[in-house]
């Protein structure tokens, strides 16, 4: 009594822990997994979204930019009409300076590169000829300037245009374009608390940032991997760190037809500061999940111990033949149905004991007489047809080499009634595959072509030799044709063929019949299970035992309404497969 008491403890104890176990491993483990690929996938949907934040930016500052710039086209093609009133010319671009504050000193040079006319009006005229800007609008080019500050620090840079008439250049116009407003666009720009802007010139020279010391400074940022990529016109995010160790996640994006280039950065603390609270969260939810799971687990351990002992100390006395035990069923769960299952099985066990031998004759002698009735029907058919061709000699070799080995194999059926109980397979010989398969196929094709079905032929020459036993093969294979036959009552098609695999021969066959639905198909092999109307359904289970009996295999495609194809895989001899090498050398 102490021992069973200790053994049910133990049993407990060791159930609960299992069950802990494997509840709590991988509910952790998901739970790590889960963290870090949740982790991973916020990481990169905020450089994404930062990504696409530099975009945005970038292309607010590209617009603040081309609208000067199509002004100064525009006023480029009014004063291409103009060239020679000057006082018109005057008048225009006085007043585009007063409707666009955006502008400072806007000047129409001729072509040696003197103002003849300002939209200062009153102030001297400036000589242009040696200037960057006016040099490149006169070659025909659009020309923007790198930044410069006016007297009261406030940035600008020059624009300037070709003025042409009947498509020739006959001036230039040239603008300063003030950049207060891009700068207010830049310094306005927040991500989270901490988060900045910044933007670069085509040289890395920061020209708009919080920091205007930075700016007025000159401060160049070309060795900075962001500004770097940002100059080589690519978009894109990364984390990094600057020269005291700060870990930063930043943006960049270049602004179209400028050279110049937008970035973004934040602290990486911040912009993954909800990580944080997110990973805690996760484990105290699976911290709680293990409680729940292992507390389950102990209990669920307690319930099961005392029916699972008793019905494992009933279970090894069934082993020992004493089938006569019993469950005493007080539970309505699983476990109950357990036990109602285990006094089912005990006493079926003891009433097929009692029928077991009487059974197995019965099943044997149902299935050789199966058999029997398929090579009887073959026999038959050649006979019908000997009154015809009594005088084809190729005929009648076949038949008569054909009758002694069909006779014989229902000698060898037949005393396998007698000895089934202690069969345990059939003996196999090399078996010259290519004599087998022409035989077979001389066999069957008379009975297709009565029954008005097309037969095809695909089968490769110098077949090798396997070991088999051909009269078993031969039931199976005829199994197979008789069942496509009658899956096709008003006519059809089969198709025979064989294959060489590297360590095997395939044997197909294809009908065209009405094909076998798919839910009878996984039953198709099983004993004693058709869906014909006569037939006791040992047809396929007996060829499959026979296919397996040689160390192959069978298998089946099937779809309703299209036809049935079935697969036998043979293994191929040692020898066999020597031959086959031999043969493609020699080829």
């Known amino acids: 009594m102490r021992f069973e008491s200790h053994f049910s403890k133990r049993m407990w104890v060791q159930m609960a822990l299992v069950l802990a176990f494997l509840v709590a491993l991988p509910l952790m483990f998901l739970g790590w997994l889960l963290i870090g690929t949740s982790q991973t996938a916020v990481k990169t949907s905020v450089l994404r979204d930062q990504r696409q934040l530099a975009i945005r930016v ?32 005057e008048t225009a671009l006085v007043e585009l300076a007063l409707n666009q504050e955006i502008f400072g000193r806007i000047s129409s040079l001729d072509l040696t590169g003197k ?19 006016f040099q490149a609008a006169s070659m025909g080019e659009f020309y923007i300037s790198s930044i410069q500050f006016f007297s009261d620090h406030s940035p600008y840079i020059v624009m300037a245009v070709p003025i042409k008439n009947m498509g020739k250049i006959k001036g230039v116009l040239a603008a300063e374009v003030r950049l207060r407003g891009f700068w207010e666009i830049v310094d306005a720009i927040r991500i989270g608390k901490t988060g900045r802007a910044c933007v670069i010139s085509k040289n890395g020279v920061l020209i708009a940032d919080e920091d205007k010391k930075k700016v007025l400074a000159n401060q160049n940022l070309s060795s900075y991997a962001p500004a770097k990529a940002v100059l080589e016109g690519k978009t894109g995010s990364l984390e990094s760190k600057d020269e005291e ?18 970035i973004i950065r934040q602290p990486m603390n911040e912009a993954y500061s909800f990580l944080t609270v997110m990973k805690v969260e996760a484990w105290i939810l699976i911290i709680l999940s293990l409680v729940v799971a292992i507390g389950s687990s102990s209990l669920l351990a307690r319930m099961m111990t005392s029916s699972i002992q008793e019905l494992a100390e009933k279970m090894g006395k069934v082993s020992q033949g004493d089938f006569d035990q019993r469950m005493s069923i007080q539970r309505q ?34 299935a050789i007489t199966h058999e029997l009735k398929n090579s009887l029907m073959m026999i038959s058919t050649f006979i019908g047809l000997l009154p015809k061709r009594h005088g084809d000699k190729e005929f009648l070799d076949k038949f008569l080499s054909m009758m002694p080995r069909e006779l014989e194999s229902w000698k060898d059926m037949l005393n396998e009634i007698s000895n089934f109980s202690k069969r345990s397979g059939f003996e196999l010989f090399e078996t010259n595959m290519n004599d087998f398969i022409s035989d077979f196929i001389f066999l069957v094709q008379q009975k297709l072509t009565q029954n008005g079905i097309t037969f095809q032929c695909d089968v490769i020459d110098n077949l090798p030799f396997i ?30 063929w064989t294959k060489i695999y590297s360590k095997e021969l395939e044997i197909g066959i294809r009908d065209t019949g009405k094909g076998i639905p798919s839910d009878k198909l996984p039953s198709i092999f099983d004993p004693f299970y058709t869906t014909k109307t006569s037939g006791l359904g040992l047809g396929l289970a007996v060829c499959k035992e026979n296919i397996e009996h040689h160390g192959g295999s069978i298998s089946v495609q099937s779809r309703e309404g299209a036809g049935t194809t079935f697969f036998i895989r043979l293994p191929l001899a040692i020898n066999a497969v020597s031959n086959k090498l031999i043969a493609m050398v020699n080829a």
């Not at 710039?69 to 000057?86: F, N, V």
């Not at 088999?468 to 044709?481: F, G, I, P, W």
């Open 58 to 89: 970038a292309s607010e500052l590209g617009e603040f930019i081309r609208r000067p710039q199509d002004l100064l086209k525009s006023t480029a093609s009014i004063l291409g009409t103009l060239h020679s009133d000057y006082w018109k010319q």
């Open 115 to 133: 103002e003849r006319v300002t939209s200062d009006v009153g102030t001297a005229l400036k000589e242009w000829g040696s200037d960057p800007a």
């Open 245 to 262: 160790g700060k870990a930063w996640l930043e943006a960049y994006s270049s602004i179209a037809g400028l050279g110049w280039g937008v």
């Open 333 to 366: 769960d699983e476990i109950g149905e357990l036990m109602n299952s285990f006094n089912q099985m005990t006493e079926k066990l003891k009433k097929a004991r009692e029928s077991e031998k009487l059974v197995a004759i019965g099943k044997a002698a149902t």
């Open 467 to 496: 070991q088999a036993n051909s009269a078993k093969l031969k039931q199976a294979l005829l199994n197979l044709v008789i069942n496509a036959v009658d899956a096709m009552p008003q006519g059809g098609e089969i198709t025979i």
